[in-house]
């Protein structure tokens, strides 16, 4: 939504201050538009494997959606490991097996249908809980192995938008470019009568405007919130990880799950007192 809005007041501070003393219809010269986009995306294609453009194509449409990760989020994911650990340290641990092996089918998984529909998260959360259920774990080397596969994960979330940021800062110099081969044909008119050509070099300069109004005004935008998002998506697996570890160290689940909470940022983390709550209001259902 804000990217939106942001993009109407870029266009308003740019196209609107022009139209009042210039023509708008100046500005509109397609072939350049065309050049401009052809070579960002070319650029684009050139610069990557097949993997990263569908996995950037792939992201830049969920920068429209708000963020899934909030307040509400993290309480049902710290909600639902205190009622697998809780479990656990009722019945044992073979009695979160089938849980884990089935989350889809699972009770206690069922009543957190938004963490069962994030599959890496999912699948990170019963991975290490079926490690727990094999036994004999080393905290210290588990702790080891979850450091390693959030920094895979880290990288492979930013890398959408190292290459949109990458297509940013490529943008204004294929604007240049565009600008070039207008110069280039202005000078092969150069009998023209001045208004012909003065017309002529503005149409050229268009693809320079462009270039940097591209760039800086509506893909380096979308690149900064694909990054912001992949810091986000990060959170979720440090909380996992701080609340797993905790009850593997011996902890109780009451005092894990603070663990895990003690990981979120000031604004989506719940008071102790509203997490408290929570967990006693879902548990009585």
Not at 107 to 136: C, Q, S, W
Not at 276 to 285: C, F, I, Q, S, V
């Amino acid at each position: 939504m804000f990217l939106i809005v942001g993009y109407v007041i870029i266009l308003a501070a740019s196209l609107g201050t022009y139209s009042v003393h210039g023509s708008l219809l100046a500005l509109w010269v397609p072939l350049e538009y065309l050049a401009i986009i052809g070579l960002t995306i070319g650029g684009f294609v050139a610069g990557n494997n097949i993997k990263v453009i569908k996995a950037t194509v792939a992201a830049v449409p969920g920068v429209l959606k708000g963020s899934p990760y909030n307040k509400a989020y993290y309480v049902d994911a710290l909600a639902l490991l205190f009622e697998i650990l809780s479990k656990v340290r009722k019945e044992g641990l073979m009695s979160i097996e089938g849980d884990v092996e089935n989350p889809e089918s699972s009770p206690i998984f069922g009543k957190y249908p938004n963490i069962v529909a994030d599959h890496h998260v999912l699948e990170f959360m019963t991975d290490y809980l079926r490690m727990m259920v094999g036994g004999n774990l080393n905290t210290v080397e588990i702790e080891s192995l979850m450091d390693v596969e959030l920094e895979t994960h880290h990288h492979e979330a930013v890398e959408p938008a190292h290459v949109v940021s990458k297509v940013a800062d490529a943008t204004p110099a294929f604007g240049i470019v565009v600008a070039v081969m207008g110069v280039v044909n202005v000078m092969g008119s150069v009998g023209e009568p001045p208004a012909v050509l003065g017309k002529m070099i503005g149409g050229a300069l268009v693809g320079t405007f462009l270039g940097i109004l591209v760039s800086y005004g509506f893909v380096a935008p979308v690149a900064g919130l694909l990054d912001q998002r992949a810091q986000e998506s990060g959170t979720i697996f440090k909380t996992i990880k701080m609340v797993l570890l905790a009850s593997m160290s011996g902890y109780a689940p009451q005092v894990a799950i603070e663990f895990g909470r003690k990981t979120l940022g000031a604004h989506d983390r719940p008071s102790f007192s509203e997490l408290e709550e929570e967990l006693k209001a879902r548990k009585g259902k």
